[in-house]
């Protein structure tokens, strides 16, 4: 019974602190914004790449 009393002890100190779990969701905050960022730029591409297509096409 003691080592099951100890084991839980350590799983308990594993849990991150409050610090710990304002930083994690900072940079799942930040890693959103990346992705949107990088969604908006492939979309400007795939519109420039279409607008020089068209361009071309139209010479």
Known sequence: ??????????????????GDLRLLFQLIAISMKTLISIDKLQIF??????????????L
Do not use: A, D, F, H
């Not at 591409?45 to 139209?58: A, F, R």
């Open 1 to 18: 019974m003691v080592s099951n009393s100890s084991s839980e002890m350590l799983n308990i100190s594993r849990l991150p602190m409050g």
């Open 45 to 58: 591409i795939y519109s420039l790449l279409g607008t020089i297509k068209q361009t071309c096409v139209s």
